[in-house]
């Protein structure tokens, strides 16, 4: 069974950074594309970024290129997500994906 744990999310000032992290288990972790979503309050769940099997490319999506970078650890079966100069409206509990299975979130919230 997988499971997905994020962590790493909290309360930051706009312009600061927050590296958020997803351990998983339960699978050959280096065989599966890994994404990031988040859902903030009020609105639709959302992609953010891609990251391709074993050491593969990565996509991100328009809000946050630039700004956020994801990577995959296949030796700790992590993935994450580095997010800089965030935004309000980055606020939003972000979650871990891999084919159909998420974790519980983190959230992250951008405020003076």
Known sequence: QVHLVESGGGLVQPGGSLKLSCA????????YDMNWYRQAPG?????????KKYSGGARYEAPVKDRFRISRDNV????????????????AVYYCNVGDDWGQGTRVTVSP
């Open 43 to 51: 609105k639709e769940r959302e992609a953010v970024a891609h990251l």
């Open 24 to 31: 998983a288990s339960g699978l050959h972790f280096w065989e």
């Open 76 to 91: 700790n079966n992590i993935v994450h997500l580095i997010m800089d100069n965030l935004m309000p409206e980055d606020t």
